[in-house]
């Protein structure tokens, strides 16, 4: 099976809600939101029985975006996954997605 490597934006937090957080907590929430936004295209995939064409996932960062391995049919799909914006391939420079411990 062939994999892409693809970067998925996906919806920021709230408006408001790091106000009045300070830097580490902010960082932690941001950290957070982008899990949780994982944790609901993983089941979103799921649902659509595409989990059976999906790599690593690496969701651990503090940016709204989310780096899968998957095949180009998921890259199709994600577009319609649950706060999803966009889907793009990262061919530019080689990548390798590291598991999350």
């Not at 651990?60 to 095949?71: H, P």
């Not at 649950?82 to 411990?101: H, I």
Request: with cysteine; hydrophobic share 45%; glycine share 2%.
């Amino acid at each position: 099976m062939r994999y892409l490597a693809l970067a998925i934006t996906t919806r920021k937090p709230k408006q408001g809600s790091l106000t009045g957080l300070n830097r580490a907590e902010k960082a932690a929430e941001l950290r957070r939101c982008t899990r949780e936004r994982a944790a609901e295209i993983t089941r979103w995939l799921a649902d659509q029985h595409l989990d059976d064409q999906v790599g690593e996932v690496v969701s651990d960062n503090v940016m709204n975006v989310i780096f899968m391995e998957a095949t180009p049919e998921v890259k199709k799909r994600l577009i319609d996954a649950p706060n999803v914006m966009a889907v793009s391939v990262v061919d530019e420079f080689p990548v390798q997605l590291l598991r999350n411990s």
